[in-house]
């Protein structure tokens, strides 16, 4: 099946220092790809939807300047968490669906951890 | 709103055991359901939907009967393997079959031993 690739798979940083997470569909093109966060022991909550060639849609609640999303290739979406800080450590997942057809079926990424001191 | 609720876990079974998860939903329409699975180091895989009630998704042996009476959406197996430890989610989409906005349950995870 399709395949979606994020990187890093985990990263460790230091309070106030930005990241950035990459998510890529390897086999497919994909206009619109979904921005999760997990916190342990709870449900995937969508955070934002990424659009190739515009802005971001975030869900409400979620700070825009804190979470940037980039979305500049039909392949690539990007989120980075800007100054982050121990609160924002969690489980970031993409996901994206075939801009192609099909079945229409959204494939996720295997996920990135990210811990911040 | 829209809410999944399931089971806690993690459910530890052995292999050839017969394997229920429970999952209800709280919607204010017509979801569509899903069953997601995620094997160790790998991403969410779609495991099987059902789109509107009395529909039963099936595969790899699993199965799931959206079930309106009852707001569930139980995944059961007949005789699991232990290829099948794994973490199971299950989830809802009120905006149709494509679903865009995944409302997610906080997953069950499986362990089947020898």
């Known amino acids: 099946g399709a395949v979606v690739s994020q990187h890093p798979s985990w990263v460790i940083c230091k309070s106030g220092t930005s990241v950035k997470i990459e998510c890529r569909s390897l086999d497919f093109q994909a206009t619109t790809m979904f921005w999760y966060r997990q916190f342990p022991k709870q449900s995937l909550m969508l955070m934002a939807t990424s659009n190739e060639g515009s802005k971001a849609t975030y869900e409400q609640g979620v700070e825009k300047d804190k979470f940037l999303i980039n979305h500049a290739s039909l392949t690539l979406s990007t989120l980075t968490v800007t100054s982050a800080h121990p609160e924002d450590s969690s489980f970031y997942i993409c996901?994206?669906?075939?801009?192609?057809?099909?079945?229409?079926?959204?494939?996720f990424g295997e996920g990135s951890r990210l811990t911040v001191l | 709103g829209d809410s999944v609720t399931q089971m806690e876990g993690p459910v530890t079974l052995s292999e050839e055991a017969f394997l229920t998860i429970n999952c209800t939903y709280t919607?204010?329409?017509?979801?569509?359901l899903f069953w997601y699975v995620q094997y160790p180091g790998e991403g969410l895989q779609l495991l099987l939907k059902?789109?509107?009630?009395?529909d039963k998704g099936s595969n790899k042996g699993f199965e799931a009967t959206y079930r309106k009476e009852t707001t569930s959406f139980h995944l059961e197996k007949g005789s699991v393997q232990v290829s099948d430890s794994a973490v199971y989610f299950c989830?809802?989409?009120?905006?149709?079959?494509?679903?865009?906005?995944?409302?997610f349950g906080t997953g069950t995870q499986l362990k089947v031993e020898l």
């Open positions: 919607a204010t329409g017509y979801p569509s």
């Open positions: 996901s994206a669906r075939d801009a192609g057809g099909g079945s229409g079926e959204l494939f």
């Open positions: 989830a809802l989409n009120e905006e149709g079959g494509g679903g865009n906005k995944l409302t």
């Open positions: 059902a789109t509107k009630a009395d």
